[in-house]
């Protein structure tokens, strides 16, 4: 079974004239690592609300077809009740910090859903640890940079245990290194068997380790497929996604007649294949 | 408004900060209602000369200090105006009493709020029987306040920046360049509480009717005795109030 299957999904919000998603048809298992991607408003965000139920629990409007969620149907599961499946990460991350220190802002999800002290005590002690929070213990979210408060967030979502992390834009608040670090992480955590979806303009920072990218284009998906098989379609160029550097020079390549022998990700991958090219 | 600062929690390992928030509430309201009891200069300034080893056992006796200046301004004009419009005997001697008290009580009540963190006087709300939500409502707004206030200058610096002159003209003026102000702040104030309620509910907020905490409040030994004491003094102190004669040093006054 999918942990997460979009069957013929279209929704639109109340008061809007436009599908924010057309017939999606999408399914999700587990240990994958997903990457979403299209210009703005082509329905990313829907499409990760429509995941944890805030579409349509939360957000109202015109919905045909269904999303399952690890076997719940999330027109009848309530939102709290798939947090503990599926965890959400938002762009701003200064609207996810709802309380005055990190432990409890940490503790905060877990003691919603009544887990007992001592076990989310070991949680946020786990989480402070591994994300390498100690620093910021005792700091007021408003004294954090936007990188800090983004890691904060992201383990006040870890610590429900979702079965699917679903971050939407986790790092378009933030600068450069801080978002480096937090997909590395990010990483780290599908390495070790988390179910990731990643909404991401930066595709040269992340196509590298997800095993799938989706392209979206108003409200549709219109590719699907491995990061090096969809980076090579013309319709990247079409609808106007960042395609990373390197994969740019292999396209421009293939045009003049001398096609590289894979798809390079990275300026790295490119030095090898055309070293690999000129040495033949 | 530095005087307010007195009311402003600071982080600190001390005896008072270790107390459980309800004992505290409690002593506060005794060294308040004693404070209340008694106009006099005398015991105003023992009922002080008793409370300022207390916020120096909280180790606020320079935030303290800091606040009283502070407060002086307003202390002088209650002097001044109660001394020229009082109808007692002396009235001098009378605003002195009156003031001394506003700093009594002040110094009673900063007990309180100093050493209590707003994370421990919800908790300490909600298990005295308060709704999770209306105390969890009460420490998010302490939560965004400085992030409204940053929202408010950016919003501000983006209407100077196109023209709209925010500390010209007359008073009358001024009052209506808040709107251009106050408008986008509303409007960005509800997105932002749309986009907070999102985030909440993504992690399972109202998910459990049991819900639980991580810490709770526990009375201790101690928190029983501080209770006890301040309550004992509370009932001696009104009892030697009203239905005793006090010595004639207590009501001793300056006779003008």
């Given amino acids: 079974m999918p942990l997460v299957e979009f069957v013929d999904f279209s929704f639109k919000y109340l008061g809007s004239d436009n599908l924010a998603l057309r017939k999606i048809d999408l399914r999700i298992d587990e240990g994958e690592y997903i990457v979403i991607t299209g210009p703005s408003g082509c329905g990313k965000t829907t499409l990760c609300r429509a995941i944890n139920g805030l579409v349509p629990q939360f957000h109202r409007g015109y919905i045909a077809g269904h999303v399952y969620v690890d076997g719940h149907d999330t027109r009848e599961s309530r939102v709290a009740e798939l947090a503990r499946v599926a965890g959400l990460m938002f762009q701003n991350p200064a609207n996810q910090l709802v309380t005055l220190n990190v432990a409890k802002e940490i503790a905060f999800g877990p003691e919603n859903l009544g887990v007992e002290p001592d076990k989310i005590r070991a949680r946020v002690e786990e989480l402070i640890e591994t994300l390498h929070l100690e620093h910021l213990r005792e700091k007021h979210p408003h004294e954090m940079s936007g990188g800090q408060q983004q890691m904060v967030a992201m383990a006040a979502t870890l610590a429900l245990e979702p079965k699917i992390l679903v971050a939407d834009e986790p790092t378009s608040n933030l600068d450069p290194k801080s978002a480096e670090s937090l997909l590395a992480i990010l990483s780290d955590l599908n390495r070790d068997g988390m179910t990731l979806v990643l909404v991401e303009h930066r595709l040269d920072l992340v196509s590298r380790n997800a095993t799938r990218l989706v392209l979206m284009d108003k409200g549709s998906i219109v590719a699907d497929g491995p990061p090096r098989k969809v980076l090579s379609l013309p319709i990247c160029e079409e609808i106007g996604i960042g395609i990373p550097k390197a994969t740019q020079v292999y396209k421009h390549l293939k045009r003049n007649g001398c096609v590289l022998s894979r798809v390079p990700l990275t300026g790295e991958e490119l030095a090898i294949s055309v070293e690999e090219a000129c040495n033949k | ?256």
């Fill in chain 2, 1 to 256: 408004m530095s005087f307010l600062e007195v009311f402003q929690y600071t982080r600190q390992e001390s005896v008072i900060h270790n107390l459980d928030p309800r004992a505290k509430l409690v002593i506060s309201i005794c060294l308040a209602g004693i404070s209340l009891m008694f106009t006099d200069i005398i015991p105003m300034v023992l009922m002080i000369c008793f409370l300022i080893p207390l916020i120096a056992a909280a180790k606020s006796l320079k935030r303290w200090a800091t606040s009283m200046r502070g407060l002086l301004p307003l202390l002088l004009f209650i002097i001044v105006f109660n001394t020229l419009l009082s109808t007692t005997e002396y009235p001098f001697s009378h605003s002195i009493g009156l003031s001394l008290r506003l700093v009594a009580l002040m110094t009673s009540f900063s007990l309180f709020f100093l050493t209590v963190h707003p994370d421990e006087l919800s908790q300490a709300l909600i298990q005295m029987g308060i709704r999770f939500e209306f105390a969890f409502a009460m420490s998010m707004a302490m939560r965004y306040v400085p992030t409204l206030g940053q929202e408010a200058y950016a919003i501000m610096d983006a209407q100077r920046a196109r023209g709209v002159e925010l500390d010209k003209g007359n008073m009358l003026k001024r009052i209506r360049n808040i709107v251009p102000i106050i408008v986008p702040l509303i409007i960005v104030s509800i997105r932002r509480a749309l986009s907070i309620a999102e985030s909440m509910e993504s992690r399972g907020f109202g998910a459990s009717e049991k819900r639980t905490y991580m810490e709770t409040l526990s009375f201790r030994k101690r928190d029983w005795g501080v209770v006890f004491i301040s309550l004992l003094g509370l009932v001696i102190l009104i009892h030697f109030r009203f239905f005793f004669s006090l010595p004639e040093w207590v009501s001793w006054g300056l006779p003008f």
